[in-house]
């Protein structure tokens, strides 16, 4: 429809001293990444952007352009920065902002399939009687962000008025990236892990051209380690980039430390299949074992002014659905005075008060999410602490994991069935691991956490699947030793009893470096009627006419199409016998040609916790598939 436009050269301001970064530079960053796909030479026109902007006399211009180009107004922690409009939302300003008739642009978006392009095309179309001040990127996140905020009876018809306003600002491909912002999906080829990486190397050619040299190789690993470690302790861009314009992009790490009120990226655990597979890995080294708790993780802050947060394992502020464990968590400090901050990993479990005992994590999956309060909670919580990363002013990530265990045993007082620290054992003899681990399934737990104990090996490393964290899940010891989180990116209809239903899905990864979401299976079984039921009734509203160009499948094979195509919002945990190269899937094919796909996958249960970007990456999913190839 608009390869005309879109391919036209276009004339686009440059960034000037003195003056706001015109939006048409980075609609045209955008559009150069789009059609772009070495991640290479993406990387490259991202941090030649960068490096421009840091060499203006606003490098601070620079918060607002990351987080545009990741398509966020703010830290994920934040609450209320959420984009993603609907469809019938945007169409209707495009109609509106454009004086084109609703049925006109509805028909557009039908055949196109993109509302960008619709935005663009339809503004290509309009004459302009007088020329409106051109966009500037200060003036577009500020209205995205109101956007993102406004809440009420009459916010639909004041957010059109925002959009209709800036659309009559539109130059070229401005409303094509405009438009996808606010639907929440850029599609520009470019994911957070290359931004930061783009970042870095900005930084340290700006910092070496102010001594009229280039950046070197071995700087550029640093800085790119750095920034991925400073992210994962603080991740915060405004934080990170003005760290680094103060300090030096080589210093942040230690300017960019762990915050009481910032939720740090978690530390994440690698499969294994056996007992023996532990023992070979940690040959010489001190270990322990502990339960694996089977709930949802809470990252509890205690702050300074006595405040208290909890966030979920993609750093969401949980701590209105958890008043209780707020209470608790006030309780806990009242009889511990000495405690002033506190940063604690913890997974939240559904208790039984009468029992005394630990229950299922669908029990807690039944609690309200919204409007919690107290009063209504059916189900109790117990929080089990099984790491202390902050205590009293003091990041305690670089000790080992045997002086922070000793730190919160020493000083925090557990209250029965409502602050616990994780069961654990400290033993390297295959048989006590084996007790335990039978053991720790009678407690409802889904097996053991195995973790270094002693040395620089047993930090704690934000955001890092490592290997000094392993886990042993019992059900999972057959096949791939864990199961996948898939995003589910399109639907079956369903025949026989599944009629009115989607009756299977289609899943995919998703891939890190490039944002697009690869297909890696499709799957109908594990699932009740109810299941069915539910999903379809959430997935409908978010079918889309046209398969996004971030997903990746197998075009040419009917075998790999499904009957509707879903904006990716939802992830599914799965089991699979285990993997294998298909001609007909696409996860991880960068690699071996074929996709890796699952064979006999089955359905154990929605990830409310995970994002589609959180979800097995495509990097994951071929370890797994080597280490499958390896045992
Ligand atoms: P992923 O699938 O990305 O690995 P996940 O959220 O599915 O992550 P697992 O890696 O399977 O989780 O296991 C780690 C999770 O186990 C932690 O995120 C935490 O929620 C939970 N957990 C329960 N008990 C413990 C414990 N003792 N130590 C660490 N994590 C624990």
Redesign the pocket.
Known sequence: LLSKETKESTHVPPISNSKPIPYSALADVFEKLEQESARLKNLAIASEFFQEILQSDRPEGLIQVTYLMINRLGPDYEPGLELGLGETLLLKAIAEGTGRAASQIKADYHRVGDIGLVAQQSRSRQPTMFKPKPLTVPVVFENLTQIARMTGNSSQARKIGIINKMLTACENQEAKFLMRSLEGKLRINFGEKSVLVALAKAFVENEASKRNKKGTAEALVQAEEKIKVAFSQTPNYEVIIKTALEYGIQNIVEHCTLKPGIPLK?M??KPTKSITEILDQFQGEEFTC????????AQLHLLEDGSIRIYS?NSEDMSERYPDLIAVVKAMKASNPNVNTLIL?C?CVAWDVEQKKILPFQVLSTRKRKDVQTSDIKVQVCL?A??CLFYNGESLITQSLKERRSLLKDNLEPIEGKFQY?KGMDSSNVDEIQGFLDQSVKDAC?GL?VKTLNGSESGYEPSK?SRN?L?L?KDYLEGVG??L?LVVVGGYIGKGKRTGWYGGFLLATYNQDTGEYETACKIGTGFSEDDLKKLSETLKPTELSKPKGSFVYEKNNSNALPDVWFEPTLVFEVLTADLSLSPIYKAGAANYGKGISLRFPRFIRIRD??GPE?A?SSDQIIEFYERQANV
């Open positions: 978690p994440l655990a502990e339960y694996k708790y089977d709930g949802e993780r394992r990993d997974e089990f099984f790491d994780a889904e956490m699947r964290w886990k899940k864990d199961s989180d916790d995970k959180d097995t």
